[in-house]
């Protein structure tokens, strides 16, 4: 089980985006934080960075995983998210 913390960049775009795409991807970033396993097919490892991805719909979400921490670095469509990463 991890503990989930949010970059700004993070808490900007689920504050922007619409209620429903917001909802369903905080509760799948929950429920892998909950249970890691469950998602294990939604999870890919970036090449050459310390980072994961995991697939909500068209979104992305950018982390990493630091003990019992789950770090929330980057959120967005799938063509844009992995600029600047």
């Known amino acids: 089980m991890f503990e989930i913390r949010y ?3 993070a808490r900007q775009f689920l504050r922007k985006a619409n209620k429903a795409d917001a909802d369903r991807i905080r509760a799948k970033i929950e429920q892998y934080a909950e249970s ?4 294990k097919n939604q ?3 970036l090449q050459g960075l310390p980072y994961y991805r995991l697939r909500v719909g068209d979104y992305r979400v950018i982390f ?3 003990g019992a921490i ?3 670095e980057k959120i ?3 063509g844009d998210v992995y600029r600047g990463v």
């Open 7 to 9: 970059s700004a960049q």
């Open 36 to 39: 890691p396993d469950s998602l």
């Open 76 to 78: 967005g469509k799938r």
């Open 64 to 66: 990493n995983e630091t």
């Open 70 to 72: 789950m770090k929330i």
């Open 43 to 45: 999870i890919k490892k």
